[in-house]
């Protein structure tokens, strides 16, 4: 006879393992089932985020970041250093151990917060009663009953149409992630969070990046001021950046791959690469869920169909991150996980999509929260902009990196916040300011009038605010 429990979480990632968690604080026989597993075979819970997306790219952006620091800024403290190298074996053993120590701490959680977690491939078997039958493909197949089932099975990359992912020559995310000596030259398909970080990592370390995109523009989702401030400091790095390109054929051999391409002006180009990277974007992954077996639906781009609520066509079947609609950012996928659990347990819990920030880890990092300047302007908002450089901040100088700047945008009228955006040094942390201001309905006066820490980074959001006001008091 099946084990029965009040839920069943398919998917370990972000939204998976936090849903797992929640559930089980609020009193709910929890089951968690993934399938990703270690070299050594063990589980991997935590998902892309864990094994193969946020946390290893961190930990390979700050070795790069590091490396790039003792060969280009020590020298300006009065740090001499000769003779650096770049010992990849190393950075990626360090980044494996960062992964595993992760995986760990997920299963930690599980056990300390009593819930049951299945080794393999969770899917739908069909309905019995008034539960969900699961079934667990793994070492140990099984099945499993569950009240409510939420489905967070995540995201995987998107293919280029006629190249073949080998994680040799033509690489993904992961193989990104696991180059294992810098390469020469180094191309990248794609624009995005994935192929800027990407292209950075490898840049820094001492590849010649070429990074290929189709949009005509860099980054046309951020705001305009902070788009072009990173286009500017990008090139002024080395990461060759061509926008408004149109793909023809890719060979690969041995040795070497070859791109046929066409810039935006219609040129023809053929590049040679001695690996690629494909970083065109993310599908959601529903592989082996059985969603056709028990008729819960899909829409016609693979997205799990649900409500605002993440309530599917079935019910107590759940959906969560990346395999819905919305942005694909493991902490939207862990807001949307807790709130679900809560909803289970009958409270009434609200994400708002409009507060969810967004960050590039790149060098200066990006980040932001709201509308962007072009969204407004094409929504008719009137609105009041101010910015403010890190070039003017103390802090920054101190810290010897005053790239970038800090751009908050509010209602000309009420001076409601809509939208805070920034480039510079540690934004990726100063964006949470505004994050906040903006779930509490701050005006930018709010910011303008709190004191912050001298000196700190975060007076440029200060002054960013006074200058709404056209009152900067340090520029």
């Known amino acids: ?11 370990a990632g972000p939204g998976g393992y ?63 250093v000769s003779g650096a190298a770049i010992d990849v074996g190393r950075m990626l053993a360090r980044k494996a151990k960062i992964v595993t120590q992760s995986n760990d701490g997920i299963l930690y959680l599980f056990k300390k917060n009593k819930i049951a977690f299945f080794h393999g491939v969770g899917s739908f ?37 006629g190249v073949a992912i080998d994680n040799r020559r033509v690489l993904d995310n992961e193989g990104a992630l696991a180059i294992p000596a810098v390469p020469s030259r180094l191309g990248v398909v794609g624009a995005g969070v994935i192929g800027l970080e990407m292209g950075s990592v490898w840049r820094r370390l001492g590849a010649q990046v070429t990074v290929l995109e189709a949009l005509p523009s860099l980054l046309p989702t951020v705001d305009v001021t902070i788009a072009r401030e990173a286009q500017k400091l ?61 008729g819960l639906h899909c829409d016609e781009r693979g997205f799990v169909v649900v409500d605002d609520a993440c309530r599917t066509n079935l019910p107590n079947i759940w ?6 609609r919305g942005p694909m950012l493991a902490h939207k996928a862990s807001e949307e996980g807790v709130a679900v659990a809560e909803r289970i347990a009958g409270q009434v819990p609200h994400v708002d999509f409009n507060t969810i920030p967004w960050v590039i880890y790149t060098s200066p990092e990006i980040a932001w929260v709201g509308k962007t300047e072009q969204q407004l302007k094409a929504d008719g908002v009137d609105f009041r902009a101010g910015q403010f450089p890190f070039t003017a901040n103390g802090r920054a100088r101190a810290l010897g990196d005053t790239r970038g700047l800090v751009k908050i945008l509010a209602d000309r009228a009420s001076d409601a916040i809509l939208g805070v955006h ?54």
């Open 234 to 294: 990008f090139a002024k790095q080395g990461l060759a950046i061509h926008t408004g390109v149109t793909l023809g054929e890719v060979g690969v051999d041995a040795n070497a791959v070859t791109v046929n391409y066409t810039d935006a002006g219609g040129k023809a180009h053929v590049a040679s690469f001695d690996r690629l990277v494909v970083a065109i974007g993310r599908v959601p992954y529903t592989t082996g869920l059985g969603a056709a077996a028990v």
């Open 1 to 11: 006879m099946a084990e029965r429990y009040d839920v069943v979480v398919i998917g």
């Open 422 to 475: 920034m480039i510079g040094p540690l934004v990726s942390e100063l964006i949470s300011e505004g994050v906040v201001a903006m779930e509490f309905g701050a005006a930018s006066e709010d910011i303008a009038r709190i004191t912050h820490a001298h000196p700190t980074l975060s007076e440029a959001v200060r002054e960013a605010a006074l200058a709404v006001d056209g009152r900067t008091l340090n520029l």
């Open 319 to 324: 959906a969560v991150g990346d395999v819905v």
């Open 125 to 161: 078997v069909a309905k019995a009663g008034d539960a969900w039958r699961i079934a667990v493909a793994g070492k140990t197949p099984t099945e499993l009953a569950a009240t409510h089932v939420i489905v967070a099975t995540g995201s995987r990359p998107r293919p280029l149409p």
């Open 18 to 80: 936090e849903a797992a968690i929640r559930a089980a604080q609020l009193g709910l026989r929890t089951a968690c089932i993934d399938d990703a597993s270690r070299p050594d075979g063990k589980p991997a819970p935590g998902g892309t985020c864990t094994n193969v997306g946020c946390i290893p790219s961190k930990a390979l952006l700050q070795s790069s970041e590091n490396f790039e620091q003792v060969g280009h800024a020590f020298a300006e403290h009065g740090i001499d």
